[in-house]
């Protein structure tokens, strides 16, 4: 009998999902035995520290706190990039390519910022770069995008990409506990960044989205044209009125397309979505991600969107892919590139859409209708108006919904909403997702 082939992963970042990677390819040996015919071993893993315990145990000749001696170690066969940040996982990857090693990452700040760069360098080289797990975990959304529904074109992608804001809003919709309050829960159950702008200014779902987008649509559009917003602003009162509206506010990734037009938009915001809706109803730390495709209709995948079960999943679903290219059993699909005379980002004035506003003004005769004619003279018109009155204060609190109206003109009139006499703090304002929306022809 033949002796088996054996590859040998090299894991760069030994943290939560690097650990979940490590011990799932050691338990499941003989698994991959069976599916790919070779021995597939875990042999060597870069730490920031020797002496931290960690949940999987393993053999300490096997850490080193130097990420660049497994990529330049002969015997390692694959990369697995799982250290976080940008530019020292840049290099590293660029450098496994060099040396004619495929890698697999879950790091979508790296792809977004570099993704260009790094894919052309990998097809240069003849290698694959995988990352299935840099997007919801562990959701295949990268696989469907790019082999299942690989027929269609995708006028609209929208979905809640982070499990930790969606935790937060859960529990304040259930619970009617306050933001600090479930934002200091999720902190002690280890579900926000050490860098918490990632999760609650919409930092990380942003990254997502842009993939998402460039997987559909085979552009990258840069953050300064997205509209990124995160969840520092919504209350329990907001909750409420999207209760009243039959809606759930939930932070959530849009990617829409006009075919027409060549226009692609991509927004991160907080927006009331309808009851009705499948990702309305995805709660606690689970990501959801619809898809609507020319030929298939609307497809929704729902699941865990974190944590080290999940994503290690997915990082192992890419060496299992990696494995089978390495042997000629399946080629990885190409990549959409389109240029910017095929496509564009979409300017704002083409964005529409309806709109939730919660003011706080001055409780005295007239101050609704002066704050109607601001909106008016933007050509915004409202299409729902309650006021509340807060006698402590002296104030009111006023929640308008508004007509279909476009991005650019709804600025304007924040704008001037700021610097309307009455008006006492930063106007709220949310998006009214609507699933047959689109970029206006």
């Known amino acids: 009998m033949n002796e088996l082939k054996t590859l040998r992963v090299g894991i760069l970042g030994f943290g939560t999902v690097g650990q979940g990677t490590w011990k799932h ?8 035995e ?96 995988a990352f299935e797990a840099s997007v919801a975990g562990g959701i295949p959304i990268i696989k469907v995008l790019r082999e299942s529904l690989v027929a269609n074109e995708f006028p609209l992608i929208y979905g809640i990409m982070n499990g930790t804001s969606n935790y937060i809003l859960t529990r304040m919709e259930n619970e009617g506990a306050s933001f600090d309050e479930v934002l200091g829960d999720a902190r002690e159950l280890g579900y926000v960044e050490s860098d918490e702008s990632l999760d609650l200014d ?93 030929v298939v209709g609307t497809v929704v995948l729902t699941g865990r969107g974190a944590g080290q079960d999940p994503t290690a999943g997915s990082v192992i679903s890419d060496i299992v892919d990696v494995v089978k290219g390495m042997q000629g059993q399946a080629s990885p699909p190409k990549l959409l590139h389109v240029t910017p005379d095929e496509c564009e980002p979409a300017p704002l004035r083409e964005i529409s859409g309806s709109f939730y506003l919660r003011l706080s003004v001055d409780d005295r005769p007239g101050q609704l209708a002066k704050v109607a004619e601001c909106l008016a003279d933007h050509d915004v018109s409202l299409a729902t108006v309650s006021q509340t009155p807060n006698d402590e204060k002296q104030s009111a609190s006023i929640i308008l919904t508004t007509h279909q109206t476009n991005e650019h003109s709804i600025g304007l009139a924040i704008n001037s909403l700021e610097k309307l006499d009455g008006v006492k703090e930063k106007p709220v304002l949310f998006r009214m997702f609507d699933p047959n929306g689109f970029i206006e022809k």
């Open 202 to 294: 919409g930092v990380d779902a942003a990254h997502k989205a842009v993939i998402l987008g460039y997987l559909a649509h085979g552009m990258w559009i840069n953050l300064k044209d997205a509209t990124v917003e995160g969840i520092r602003r919504i209350s329990n009162e907001d909750l409420s009125a999207a209760r009243e509206l039959d809606c759930k506010i939930k932070l959530i990734g849009v990617i829409r397309r006009s075919f027409d037009k060549n226009f692609v938009s991509i927004g991160v915001y907080p927006a009331l979505v309808p009851m009705n809706e499948t990702i309305a109803q995805t709660d606690g730390v689970f990501n959801g991600i619809s898809l609507t495709g020319t």
């Open 25 to 32: 390819l050691s338990e499941n040996e003989s698994a991959w």
């Open 34 to 129: 069976r599916i790919l015919g070779i021995r597939l071993v875990p042999t060597r893993a870069s730490v920031r520290s020797l002496n931290k315990e960690r949940t999987v145990s393993v053999a300490s000749n096997v850490l080193t706190v130097d990420s660049r001696s497994i990529v330049d170690d002969p015997d390692i066969d694959i990369i697995c990039e799982l250290i976080g940040g940008v530019e020292e996982a840049r290099e590293l990857t660029l450098r496994s390519f060099e040396q004619g090693k495929p890698v697999i990452t879950a790091n979508k700040a790296l792809i977004c910022e570099h993704g260009d760069e790094l894919f052309k360098a990998a097809e240069k080289a003849g290698v694959r770069y």
